[in-house]
């Protein structure tokens, strides 16, 4: 075989396979063609790389590298805190709320009062103006004298004057006084 017979075979065979990637490349061309014509064009108007690198990929339009559904959905998650919030802040602030008009009983004065011969020291120490001392020395003096006849009886405990016991008078009930309630043991 000589070189001419070599070379015409060889570009028979290469045209042969030439044929089909010709037209695959011309059709790819042809598809690749407006797009580099619009790319062009955009090039034109707006002149950036990245939009036309935008453009020519078709990457959405993005903002904060969210979607347009991301943004709608943070847009309505941000407006209905920002409502919620608002609302927390006037409750908060007495928008809306009505005063209530209570109906008070008057104020009752504590009716506290201790028998003279069967309290302990601790009953004791709940009368104003008698401390635990106090209270130990009239419990002493109670058992080493006898019980009390009256209220005016306490003036022999030590400690105890004229004005400790006016003071402590309202507090203090007589033995023989059956007004105040008697404490039943059951």
């Known amino acids: 075989m000589s070189h001419s017979t070599q070379g015409a075979s060889i570009e028979a065979a290469s045209s042969a396979i030439a044929a089909p990637v010709a037209s695959a490349v011309a059709s790819d061309v042809a598809s690749v063609t407006p797009a580099v014509e619009a790319g062009?064009?955009?090039?034109?108007?707006?002149?950036?790389?990245?939009?036309?690198?935008?453009?020519?990929?078709?990457?959405?339009?993005?903002?904060?590298?969210?979607?347009?559904?991301?943004?709608?959905?943070?847009?309505?998650?941000?407006?209905?805190?920002?409502?919620?919030?608002?609302?927390?802040?006037?409750?908060?602030?007495?928008?809306?709320?009505?005063?209530?008009?209570?109906?008070?009983?008057?104020?009752?004065?504590?009716?506290?009062?201790?028998?003279?011969?069967?309290?302990?020291?601790?009953?004791?120490?709940?009368?104003?103006?008698?401390?635990?001392?106090?209270?130990?020395?009239?419990?002493?003096?109670?058992?080493?004298?006898?019980p009390f006849r009256n209220v005016n009886d306490l003036l022999r405990v030590k400690g105890i004057g004229p004005k400790k016991l006016e003071m402590m008078r309202p507090f203090l009930r007589e033995p023989n006084d059956k007004t105040a309630p008697h404490r039943d043991p059951n």
Do not use: C
Request: cysteine-free; hydrophobic content about 45%.
């Open 40 to 146: 062009a064009i955009t090039e034109k108007k707006l002149g950036s790389p990245f939009v036309q690198l935008a453009q020519a990929e078709s990457v959405p339009a993005s903002w904060l590298w969210l979607n347009k559904l991301d943004q709608k959905f943070i847009a309505v998650f941000v407006a209905v805190f920002l409502m919620l919030s608002g609302d927390h802040w006037a409750t908060l602030g007495g928008w809306g709320m009505h005063p209530i008009e209570l109906e008070r009983l008057p104020a009752r004065k504590y009716d506290f009062r201790i028998d003279i011969n069967s309290s302990s020291w601790v009953e004791w120490t709940q009368v104003e103006g008698i401390g635990e001392a106090t209270a130990q020395k009239i419990i002493a003096d109670r058992e080493a004298n006898g």
